[in-house]
């Protein structure tokens, strides 16, 4: 026979707070006995004779009565030197029975007078030989008190824990049966989820309500069946994860053998379209005109190719997703990046003389060369220019600056547009993220890979008065070396 869970736990609730109880009770019971000795005993004995002590007082059977009424205590008082009873509380037959036993009593401990047994301590004192004399003599005065006061604390403190035992019993066995009911729900829930993973249904159990909170809120029960259950629904939903991320690489794949043969048949006429416009720029500024037009057109063409940069990087990998292999580097060579960033902000001048954007550039010298590929460094730069101008459609200010410090180089393009959303900062570099409707979320992502594939590092983070896109490449030559 199989024992409910609900019992299992009412019993051991149960068992727990009857042994703590009983636990609770001994040593209650032994610490309200030293409660009572420290203040009936030594108190009284040690208070008693520090007020005795300075008063001029006879030690006699009278005045060991009046502090008895007082303190509800006996009292005693002996000299030192030949254990001689001054003066007790005692009655007269309990007096010479404790005149044959001063020499034995110590200065604290348990002696039996009559037919009851007594705990008591005392206190050393001077009192005077004789009255109003100055001649003083050790004298020590005793505090007796019935054993059976100790032993009433002890059970007046046992029955109080007996009677508050019971009802935190029944309190403990309610909260024991709501806990155990509260198990079976998550239990139960766990189960029919892993039968719907049996049945196969693993897109309906992600999607449906039951994929539970990050903080498992809509499972209550004990923490650890309720993690379990999350744990569980966590696995469900990176399974279906798994099949969403699977379906993507696909679609990367197929969009990789695309874009191969879309970049060949696009590349060529570009180039031709470009070197043409060149030409005609080149021609009327012999003649001293300048053509708005033609630079317009030329911008047009260099983001034309910045796209078809992005689409040769999906080709790069046919037949296989692209972010799952390295990115192929051309040839490197030694490169200033802040010669770099220059000759791409000269191809945009036109562009943010038009749009009103104020262009300010910084290095801090000295900046060593980085051994690097030119042309997809340049690619990584006008692609985030191209995101700080989109960024400021009304004009602004696009900082780039060079820096050098731990051993890399470090751009970083700044602008004073709307910033970066916090819940879009940790996507932005993934495929197929963007935030501008005309893009096709495949920039950042290609920026990422040719730095990465450099060696370097990429980031972003929002300043007081926009955002700003960084990268990092590692140095060719330390700064102080010859060529740098």
Not at 106 to 122: H, M, P, Q
Not at 342 to 369: E, I
Request: net charge negative; aromatic share 4%.
């Amino acid at each position: 026979m199989r024992t409910p869970i609900w019992l299992r736990i009412l019993i051991a609730v149960d068992l727990l707070v009857i042994v703590a109880a009983l636990a609770i009770g001994w040593f209650s019971s032994e610490i309200a006995g030293r409660v009572v000795e420290e203040h009936l005993i030594r108190q009284a004995s040690r208070k008693t004779g520090e007020f005795l002590e300075g008063q001029n007082l006879p030690f006699t059977d009278t005045l060991m009565g009046s502090l008895n009424r007082m303190h509800g205590t006996h009292f005693v008082t002996a000299r030192e030197r030949d254990r001689a009873v001054l003066g007790t509380s005692f009655p007269t037959e309990l007096r010479e029975e404790l005149d044959g036993r001063t020499d034995s009593l110590g200065a604290a401990g348990v002696v039996s007078l009559g037919d009851v047994r007594y705990r008591y301590d005392s206190h050393l004192l001077e009192i005077r030989t004789e009255p109003y004399g100055r001649e003083t003599e050790p004298a020590r005065l005793y505090a007796f008190v019935p054993q059976d006061e100790f032993d009433d604390a002890r059970t007046l403190a046992a029955r109080r824990i007996a009677k508050a035992t019971l009802p935190v019993l029944a309190s403990a066995s309610l909260i024991a049966i709501v806990l155990a009911l509260t198990v079976a729900r998550p239990i139960s829930k766990l189960a029919a989820r892993m039968q719907a993973t049996e049945t196969g249904r693993l897109d309906r159990l992600a999607n449906s309500e039951s994929t539970p909170t990050p903080d498992g809120a809509r499972l209550r029960g004990p923490r650890e069946v309720a993690e379990l259950a999350c744990a569980f629904d966590r696995l469900m939903a990176r399974l279906a994860q798994a099949q969403t991320d699977l379906a993507r690489h696909e679609r990367l794949a197929t969009l990789g053998r695309v874009a191969a043969s879309v970049v060949h048949e696009l590349r060529n006429p570009l180039s031709g379209i470009r070197m043409n416009v060149r030409v005609l720029q080149e021609e009327l500024g012999d003649r001293d005109i300048h053509s708005e037009s033609l630079d317009a057109s030329l911008r047009e063409i260099e983001r034309m190719g910045v796209y078809l940069d992005e689409l040769t990087d999906l080709a790069s990998a046919p037949g296989a997703a692209a972010e799952s292999l390295p990115l192929r580097l051309g040839a490197l060579a030694l490169v200033r990046l802040e010669a770099l960033a220059g000759s791409v902000l000269a191809v945009f001048s036109g562009r943010c003389r038009h749009a009103g954007v104020k262009v300010v550039t910084g290095t801090d010298p000295p900046v060593p060369h980085v051994r690097a590929d030119a042309e997809r460094l340049r690619q990584v730069l006008m692609n985030l220019i191209v995101n700080a101008l989109d960024a400021m459609p009304s004009g602004g200010t696009l900082d780039v600056s060079v820096g050098f410090t731990g051993g890399r180089v470090r751009c970083t393009i700044t602008d004073t547009g709307a910033g970066i959303q916090a819940s879009e900062r940790e996507s932005l570099f993934e495929p197929f993220v963007t935030t501008k409707s005309h893009s096709a979320g495949l920039g950042l992502y290609v920026c990422k890979r040719i730095v990465e594939a450099h060696g370097g590092a990429i980031g972003c983070h929002n300043t007081e008065r926009g955002a700003a896109f960084w990268f990092e490449i590692p140095t060719a030559v330390e700064p102080d070396e010859p060529g740098s």
